[in-house]
């Protein structure tokens, strides 16, 4: 009892209380970043909408900032936009990844090209815009570019037409304080700007710990037991591979993670550094422990690598068009690929059974997002927003959307296809917008349903079938993200139809 109990007790009572990680929170610091996001965010808005805001987007904006500003996230903000600034001088696209599309202040920051408001009209010369009259109001939960073309009833310009109609909340929390995390696809040289931004030495790789696999740990004890002849049950095998499984077998780095130092901190304080798996030879440095262990210290920015941008960059090249400004959202000849191949201007011999032209777009050119695309005829951008969002997630359309849209019980315009879709539509039916939220957030992560929010659905008209498909779910895409991508994907797909040279070229 003395060696095994009290000994090691009294030694304990000697050592001071220490923390393997430091408790506090280091952000970068970017001189006057709250003044600088106010002042870029009012700029783009007052060019988008003129030089008196409508009520809308006064609102939203606002709202947006002063959470964004008051929770301390306006350097991450003006982080990410000169990322993407940096990249579009260079000539590159940036796409956005998860939800930060549903944040208004980050389309007016440049940061995403996903205009998250109801879909409106906003005319170019006078400003003039809708956002309430009845037929705005029919394309609620679509987009803009859904709405017919219109001219503006005082100077008769074309008018604009925008907006995706995605709630902040799905990106800064109900109450404006869950930590954005702002995701960016790059051609694949950002990053060596953040390097520049925040001077050499203050940025780092995430690192990862790989950890061994059931399968690695199977083999090696089967090769220990063999190499000594030694005959074990599999009873035996199995109990010792479990043991083995999950240690920590060498260090990685994650594909798009960077850490940032702040100035006048050490790094050493936070986390050893090293080359991952120990290469000497590598030039890069990551972070010893695995960023989930670090991440309430340090800010991590998601960079990704991601092959869109460079595409789309080699077919700007090649055809000379401005993929923003000279490709339309709502070209009839890009929505057909989606319905036959016959915009392709092909043989039917000599495409061997493939029924729509979609093959090779990003996002629709899998077996998988075809049959979606041929179950669900989508008619509007918006639809291919949908499929996006159904082919991603989890118990979403398989076993769900699908059977539910086949049976003539839903229509793909009604059925659950991203987590933004739960919150808007129960709105919609006249919900509380907090109760909304809670039960959008328990579908997306897999959370039973409470009985009252049941009974409060039912209650305001929504079908049983809409409470069961929600149950059913394991995970959805955010909409922001699956219109990032059907974004970008939609243009591949015009320069499918009108610069099929180009397009194979790249």
């Given amino acids: 009892k003395e060696v095994v109990i009290e000994n090691p007790r009294r030694i304990a009572d000697m050592c001071e209380f220490i923390e393997p990680v430091r408790p506090d929170k280091c952000p970068p610091v970017i001189p006057d970043s709250d003044a600088e996001l106010r002042r870029i965010c009012s700029e783009t808005a007052h060019k988008m909408y003129g030089p008196s805001l409508p009520r809308i987007v006064e609102e939203r904006l606002e709202t947006e900032l002063r959470s964004i500003i008051s929770n301390g996230y306006s350097v991450l903000y003006i982080i990410a936009q000169r990322l993407v600034d940096k990249s579009n001088e260079d000539g590159y696209l940036v796409g956005s990844r998860g939800s930060v599309g549903s944040s208004f202040a980050a389309t007016m920051a440049h940061i995403t090209e996903v205009n998250p408001l ?14 309430d009259s009845p037929e705005v109001k029919a394309f609620s939960g679509m987009a803009g570019c859904d709405m017919p073309k219109k001219k503006c009833p005082h100077c008769g310009a074309e008018m604009n037409r925008w907006g995706f109609d995605i709630p902040f909340e799905t990106f800064l929390g109900f109450n404006g304080d869950k930590e954005p995390d702002i995701d960016l696809n790059f051609s694949g040289k950002a990053h060596a700007y953040t390097g520049e931004i925040f001077g050499e030495g203050h940025t780092f790789k995430a690192g990862t710990i790989g950890t061994l696999a059931d399968k690695t740990a199977y083999g090696m004890v089967k090769k220990y037991y063999e190499e000594r002849n030694l005959i074990k049950r599999g009873a035996e095998i199995e109990r010792m591979v479990q043991g083995c499984v999950g240690v920590r077998r060498t260090t990685g780095q994650h594909p798009g993670g960077i850490v940032v130092l702040p100035h006048g901190e050490e790094i050493n304080t936070f986390t050893p550094v090293q080359h991952p798996a120990n290469d000497l030879g590598s030039p890069i440095i990551t972070t010893h422990f695995d960023y989930h262990k670090i991440d309430h210290n340090l800010l991590k920015l998601d960079i990704l690598g991601h092959d869109d941008p460079t595409m789309i960059r080699k077919l700007q090249d090649l055809t000379g068009i401005d993929p923003v400004k000279d490709i339309p959202l709502d070209s009839p000849e890009g929505m057909s690929l989606f319905r036959s191949t016959e915009a392709l201007r092909i043989r039917p011999e000599d495409i061997q059974g493939v029924r729509l032209g979609c093959l090779g777009i990003p996002e629709f050119g899998t077996s998988f997002a075809m049959q979606m695309v041929e179950d669900t005829k989508p008619r509007y951008f918006s639809d291919l927003i949908r499929i996006s969002g159904l082919s991603h997630g ?54 039973p349903l409470k009985e009252e929010w049941c009974s409060d659905m039912l209650k305001r008209g929504v079908p049983q079938w809409y409470i069961d498909a929600c149950k059913k779910i394991k995970y959805m895409f955010p909409k922001a993200h699956a219109a990032a991508y059907v974004m970008m994907a939609w243009r591949v797909a015009y320069c499918k139809v009108f610069y099929p040279r180009e397009y194979y070229a790249a």
């Fill in 118 to 131: 109801p879909p409106h009209y906003v005319c170019p010369d006078c400003y003039w815009s809708d956002f």
């Fill in 394 to 447: 989890t118990d979403v359309y398989l076993n769900n959307a699908q059977d539910l849209i086949l049976e003539g019980v839903t229509t793909l315009q009604d059925a659950i296809c991203c987590r933004d879709d739960i919150m808007v539509y129960l709105m919609h039916r006249g919900m509380d917008p907090g109760e909304s939220f809670s039960i959008m957030e328990a579908t997306r992560k897999h959370r």
